[in-house]
């Protein structure tokens, strides 16, 4: 059961960026009601809303007429629900409505929705008139853990994933932690993979809370918000030293080289998979084969795997619906990651529980025999 709404003074992580571009990641419940004023603060005489059609049903109105009542002119923008709007038809339809709608330079765009909402929107900013400002309202676990913060937008193309786009940062983050309450338990596991990664990177004693503290994030207890103010700590300064992902940043990408090439062969399907599962079977998987180069414990590889399981989230290719191809299909989707350097592969590794490190260079056929491995065991 959930924490009855009520409004609380927000937890507030900042991120200090330089030439006047820091901003506030704000963290509590209720917060969209009230996102007007914060966002009347931002000096914007228009802030249109691109969201999807599912939270445009839930809290779309709810965050128009707050911007309305704070003097803001509003609309709104709504695509379909999914990874298939990270596309370039979506985004030339969410460019010709916000037009529409009138955002001019010194207006603002509102994301208001998940990771896809969030990339798709700010893009959509980073282009439209050459750059307008924009603000995040994450509305899932995931994209208030992880894809709101830092500045990375885009869509995706037939060749992968996130492979179109700009860094673009957000005036404004406001992550309403009530609105998870209407997530599906799907949805809230798939974001809780992105939760866990924080403690995998570089945080084992945060690993060790989540361990202990997993159930209360879902229910939506304290330890929800808490653990949304730990990630958006840990990624802010990731990005703070490394805005444009030239090196640490990179980190932040553990897991994510199989499962986006995961994501790229079940076609973006969510009924077959979601992001935040592709991630959770993406940190096995790189645990496991951490532990086969002999970079990692076996029982660190172990551990990871039975707390994502424990959880809800898979953790093996066998358990991807339909089949994730063998191993020369995955191999193929990897070629197309972004830290692909001269052809190479690069991964995010772990010589153990928070010890990630960023290893180039690694052999295709080490990889391909792994792979080969793994759809064995199912």
């Given at each position: 059961?959930?924490?009855?709404?009520?409004?609380?003074?927000?937890?507030?992580?900042?991120?200090?960026?330089?030439?006047?571009?820091?901003?506030?990641?704000?963290?509590?419940?209720?917060?969209?009601?009230?996102a007007?004023?914060?966002?009347?603060?931002?000096?914007?005489?228009?802030?249109?809303?691109?969201?999807?059609?599912?939270?445009?049903?839930?809290?779309?109105?709810?965050?128009?007429?707050?911007?309305?009542?704070?003097?803001?002119r509003?609309?709104?923008?709504?695509?379909?629900?999914?990874?298939?709007?990270?596309s370039?038809a979506?985004?030339?339809?969410?460019?010709?409505?916000?037009?529409?709608?009138?955002?001019?330079?010194?207006?603002?765009?509102?994301?208001?929705?998940?990771?896809?909402?969030?990339?798709?929107?700010?893009?959509?900013?980073?282009?439209?008139?050459?750059?307008?400002?924009?603000?995040?309202?994450?509305?899932t676990?995931?994209?208030?853990?992880?894809?709101?913060?830092?500045?990375?937008?885009?869509?995706?193309?037939?060749l992968?994933?996130?492979?179109?786009?700009?860094?673009?940062?957000?005036?404004?983050?406001?992550?309403?932690?009530?609105?998870?309450?209407?997530?599906?338990?799907?949805?809230m596991?798939?974001?809780?993979?992105?939760?866990?990664?924080?403690?995998?990177?570089?945080?084992?004693?945060?690993?060790?809370?989540?361990?202990?503290?997993?159930?209360?994030?879902?229910?939506?207890?304290?330890?929800?918000?808490?653990?949304?103010?730990?990630?958006?700590?840990?990624?802010?300064?990731?990005?703070?030293?490394?805005?444009?992902?030239d090196?640490?940043?990179?980190l932040?990408?553990?897991?994510?080289?199989?499962?986006?090439?995961?994501?790229?062969?079940?076609?973006?399907?969510?009924?077959?998979l979601?992001?935040?599962?592709?991630?959770?079977?993406?940190?096995?998987?790189?645990f496991?084969?951490?532990?086969?180069?002999?970079?990692?414990?076996?029982?660190?590889?172990g551990?990871v795997?039975?707390?994502?399981?424990?959880?809800?989230?898979?953790?093996?290719?066998g358990?991807?619906?339909?089949?994730?191809?063998?191993?020369?299909?995955?191999?193929?989707?990897?070629?197309?990651?972004?830290?692909?350097?001269?052809?190479?592969?690069?991964?995010?590794?772990?010589?153990?529980?928070?010890?990630?490190?960023?290893?180039?260079?690694?052999?295709?056929?080490?990889?391909?025999?792994?792979?080969?491995?793994?759809?064995?065991?199912?």
């Amino acid at each position: 059961m959930t924490e009855p709404l009520t409004v609380q003074a927000p937890l507030t992580v900042h991120v200090p960026l330089d030439g006047g571009r820091a901003y506030d990641i704000l963290i509590g419940r209720g917060l969209l009601a009230g996102a007007g004023a914060r966002v009347a603060a931002l000096e914007a005489r228009a802030a249109a809303i691109v969201t999807d059609e599912t939270v445009a049903a839930l809290y779309g109105e709810t965050l128009r007429e707050s911007l309305e009542a704070a003097g803001l002119r509003s609309g709104i923008v709504a695509v379909a629900p999914g990874e298939a709007s990270k596309s370039y038809a979506t985004y030339a339809a969410v460019c010709d409505g916000l037009l529409a709608h009138r955002v001019e330079r010194g207006d603002l765009v509102v994301a208001l929705g998940g990771g896809v909402v969030g990339d798709l929107a700010g893009f959509a900013a980073a282009t439209l008139r050459r750059g307008v400002r924009f603000v995040q309202a994450p509305t899932t676990l995931l994209a208030q853990v992880d894809s709101s913060v830092g500045g990375k937008t885009g869509i995706n193309a037939p060749l992968g994933k996130n492979l179109i786009g700009a860094f673009h940062q957000p005036r404004l983050v406001l992550a309403d932690t009530a609105a998870l309450d209407t997530l599906s338990e799907r949805e809230m596991r798939a974001g809780y993979a992105e939760v866990a990664k924080y403690g995998l990177i570089g945080d084992a004693g945060f690993f060790d809370w989540c361990e202990a503290n997993w159930r209360g994030i879902f229910r939506g207890g304290p330890e929800r918000d808490e653990a949304v103010a730990i990630c958006c700590r840990a990624k802010a300064g990731v990005v703070v030293r490394d805005e444009r992902e030239d090196g640490e940043r990179a980190l932040l990408n553990l897991g994510h080289t199989f499962g986006h090439a995961l994501e790229r062969l079940t076609g973006y399907e969510s009924a077959r998979l979601v992001h935040g599962e592709g991630v959770a079977i993406g940190l096995a998987l790189a645990f496991r084969f951490s532990a086969r180069l002999g970079l990692c414990p076996g029982q660190d590889a172990g551990r990871v795997a039975n707390h994502l399981a424990l959880a809800g989230l898979p953790t093996t290719l066998g358990q991807v619906p339909g089949g994730s191809g063998d191993a020369d299909a995955l191999l193929d989707a990897m070629a197309q990651d972004k830290k692909v350097r001269d052809g190479a592969l690069t991964f995010i590794l772990a010589r153990g529980i928070g010890r990630s490190f960023i290893a180039p260079g690694i052999d295709r056929a080490a990889v391909r025999d792994f792979l080969q491995d793994e759809l064995r065991l199912g």
